[in-house]
């Protein structure tokens, strides 16, 4: 389930499942698991995994590619959550996204403190197509969002840079700006364009230089629609509200 209703407010999740046989970049570490203790043997149980900070759904911090920038916990919870807006670039015309491409969100842009690519990507999540020519921004686009007042910015594919590029110029460009990357979000087509705030948690690793988070969209229920919501929506209320007294 990605949607639940908590209160006044519905909750998307927006993270993959760190699971065996998940994407990882390759060239770099499969993550391992594995159960070296089970409730048939030991009586309790707890997996074992061994994974690189930058797998799965996960957030960068500039020490990621800066020796002497900021860490996960430099940067601290408060740049964690803010408002966000979600642009909706799955008809933009090639794997490069442009300064063109992104010009008419200009004005949902303003005071935003995240900005969330919707590129369609993360239907190839599992297959290899994930990882060959998806969407990046050009180093103009970078830039020109870097300029904005931003937390962080995050994206529906396996990185903000070439699959080949050893430069990183779109890292470079917020990463040196301690603007945080969030790379392999899912669901993105299920979040509203605006007016909701983004959560992403990362791990609270002592010198983080990224870490697996959980990222997940709050935006408030619209009172005119909870008057009259559809029967797989009461059901889908009725089942949080349920989970919510467990
Ligand atoms: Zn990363």
């Known amino acids: 389930m990605n949607r639940i209703f908590a209160g006044e407010m519905i909750v998307t999740d927006l993270s993959h499942t760190v699971a065996p046989g998940m994407p990882y970049f390759p060239g770099t570490e499969a993550p391992v698991f594995s159960r070296p203790f089970t409730v048939?043997?030991?009586g309790f149980a707890e997996q074992k995994i061994t994974l690189l900070t930058h797998c799965g759904t996960h957030m960068d911090a500039p020490a990621h590619i800066f020796a002497a920038g900021p860490t996960l916990e430099q940067l601290g919870l408060p740049h964690f959550v803010g408002s966000a807006v979600a642009l909706d670039l799955t008809h933009a015309p090639g794997p490069v996204i442009g300064p063109d491409?992104?010009?008419?969100?200009?004005?949902?842009?303003?005071?935003?403190?995240?900005?969330?690519?919707?590129?369609?990507?993360?239907?190839?999540?599992?297959n290899a197509d994930y990882f060959r020519a998806y969407p990046v921004l050009?180093?103009?686009?970078?830039?020109?969002?870097?300029?904005?007042?931003?937390?962080g910015i995050g994206v529906d594919a396996i990185s903000f840079d070439p699959f080949d590029s050893t430069a990183l110029p779109v890292h470079r460009a917020f990463l040196s700006r301690n603007i945080v990357l969030i790379e392999n979000l899912?669901?993105?087509?299920?979040?509203?364009?605006?007016?909701?705030?983004?959560?992403?948690?990362?791990?609270?690793l002592a010198d983080g230089d990224g870490a697996p988070a959980r990222a997940v969209a709050l935006c408030r229920e619209r009172k005119k629609k909870s008057a009259q919501l559809s029967p797989l929506r009461r059901s889908a209320r009725r089942a949080g509200n349920a989970a919510r007294r467990q």
């Open 186 to 204: 899912a669901n993105l087509e299920s979040v509203p364009a605006a007016e909701f705030v983004f959560c992403c948690l990362p791990l609270k």
């Open 101 to 126: 491409d992104l010009l008419p969100f200009r004005s949902l842009l303003a005071e935003k403190e995240f900005v969330l690519l919707r590129t369609g990507w993360s239907k190839h999540w599992g």
């Open 138 to 151: 050009s180093e103009a686009a970078a830039l020109w969002l870097a300029g904005f007042h931003l937390k």
């Open 40 to 42: 048939a043997s030991h």
